[in-house]
């Protein structure tokens, strides 16, 4: 795959467990985001990272931990989740201007996870 | 807030158009978006619209924003079962994209 890959595409884990959910962008953007997909509900913002600095968090609950290394790769770090966490986490990337505005985003297939 | 809505389904048959109808709140939106998701898939950009334009056409698909109403459509000329996906409308305002629900449009043979 190319442009945006996630890993894993799967996922399952108890309520205790620790896990991380890794995406990678070969676009050279400068911004990338993770949004949470659940059946029938709109796509969730749930975290932006612009030039590697966390500019957005959308009332996250703190189970849910970003990390983003360098502009390239974003994570995802999950601990003590709930079943209602199961979803589709989308990762996406996008280039930002200084000058301001932000082009179109491209996203990643995806992570699908259950938490049981 | 910013919000978008969408109708959940739509089914057409084969060769017919199809056009999937989105609202949005955010008069300040610069660029709307139509992404397409396909099962097991994650979103793929098929085309946007910025927002001084009425129109734009692009092979099959013909996207109409209607700024005064803050209506959008995509409408998907010789609908083929291939195009059976879900969907979404998004508008971009602050640096960030809203996304509605996302239609599932369902291809008959």
């Known amino acids: 795959e190319t442009g945006v890959t996630q890993t894993p595409r799967h996922l399952v884990m108890g309520m205790t467990n620790k896990k991380s959910l890794k995406c990678e962008q070969h676009?050279?953007?400068?911004?990338m985001y993770w949004y949470k997909q659940s059946a029938k509900k709109p796509l969730e913002l749930m975290f932006v990272?612009?030039?590697?600095?966390?500019?957005e968090n959308n009332s996250v609950p703190s189970r849910f931990s970003p990390e983003c290394p360098n502009s390239s790769h974003l994570f995802l770090h999950l601990h003590t989740l709930q079943p209602e966490d199961s979803a589709l986490y989308l990762c996406?990337?996008?280039?930002?201007?200084?000058?301001?505005?932000?082009?179109?985003?491209?996203f990643g297939p995806g992570t699908r996870l259950t938490v049981l | 807030g910013e919000d978008v809505e969408q109708s959940l389904f739509l089914s057409v048959r084969e060769g017919d158009s199809s056009v999937i109808n989105c609202t949005y709140t955010?008069?300040?939106?610069?660029?709307l978006y139509w992404y397409k998701q396909e099962p097991g898939a994650g979103l793929q950009l098929l085309t946007y619209?910025?927002?001084?334009?009425d129109m734009k056409q692009d092979q099959r698909l013909t996207v109409l924003l209607n700024k005064k109403d803050k209506h959008l459509s995509l409408r998907i000329a010789d609908t083929q079962t291939g195009d059976s996906a879900i969907y979404f409308c998004?508008?971009?305002?602050?640096?960030?994209?809203?996304f509605g629900q996302g239609t599932e449009l369902s291809v008959k043979p």
């Open positions: 955010d008069s300040s939106s610069t660029y």
């Open positions: 990272y612009n030039f590697k600095e966390q500019t």
């Open positions: 619209i910025f927002s001084n334009m």
């Open positions: 676009l050279g953007h400068n911004a």
């Open positions: 998004a508008e971009q305002g602050e640096g960030k994209l809203i």
């Open positions: 996406a990337s996008s280039q930002v201007h200084l000058a301001g505005g932000t082009d179109e985003q491209f």
